[in-house]
């Protein structure tokens, strides 16, 4: 009886890894030498129209609204919540490019700001944007 030898398919992996252990040596040896790249910020001109002033919604700890027209330099006044859609749109027909900032107390409830903004939205106010103070 003669016994058939099958052949046994291997994959000698040492070779590999000895390759990725030089390459791994390699790059640890020339990484410091590499400088970081700097990069090139464009540069902006000068703008020819000097920027708008806000019509600033103030949300107050106490829960009160309070607008102040910036661009007409108007003494802030308190505001209805019910009246604040009717008031920032007889606004906003008056000066449609005009930005809208809401400056909340940091103690008000994040969902009475988002409130605020989707009156804004609802009056098809484009330009919102959030005021906050500077991290010391």
Not at 98 to 103: F, G, L, R, S, T
């Given at each position: 009886?003669?016994?058939?030898?099958?052949?046994?398919?291997?994959?000698?992996v040492v070779?590999?890894?000895?390759?990725?252990?030089?390459?791994?040596?390699?790059?640890?040896?020339?990484?410091?030498?590499?400088?970081?790249?700097?990069?090139?910020?464009?540069?902006?001109?000068?703008?020819?129209?000097?920027?708008?002033?806000?019509?600033?919604?103030?949300?107050?700890?106490?829960?009160?609204?309070?607008?102040?027209?910036?661009?007409?330099?108007?003494?802030?006044?308190?505001?209805?919540?019910?009246?604040?859609?009717?008031?920032?749109?007889?606004?906003?027909?008056?000066?449609?490019?005009?930005?809208?900032?809401?400056?909340?107390?940091?103690?008000?409830?994040?969902?009475?700001?988002?409130?605020?903004?989707t009156l804004?939205?609802?009056?098809?106010?484009?330009?919102?944007?959030?005021?906050?103070?500077?991290?010391?």
């Amino acid at each position: 009886m003669a016994r058939t030898r099958k052949q046994v398919a291997q994959i000698n992996v040492v070779p590999m890894i000895d390759v990725m252990l030089v390459l791994l040596v390699i790059f640890m040896v020339t990484a410091p030498f590499i400088n970081p790249a700097q990069v090139e910020l464009p540069s902006v001109g000068k703008t020819s129209q000097a920027p708008q002033k806000p019509l600033e919604i103030m949300i107050r700890a106490s829960g009160e609204y309070v607008l102040r027209n910036r661009a007409t330099g108007d003494n802030e006044r308190v505001v209805a919540k019910s009246a604040l859609a009717d008031e920032i749109a007889a606004v906003h027909r008056a000066a449609p490019d005009q930005p809208v900032v809401i400056a909340a107390d940091k103690s008000v409830r994040y969902e009475e700001v988002m409130h605020t903004m989707t009156l804004l939205q609802q009056a098809r106010i484009t330009r919102i944007g959030l005021l906050a103070r500077p991290a010391p």
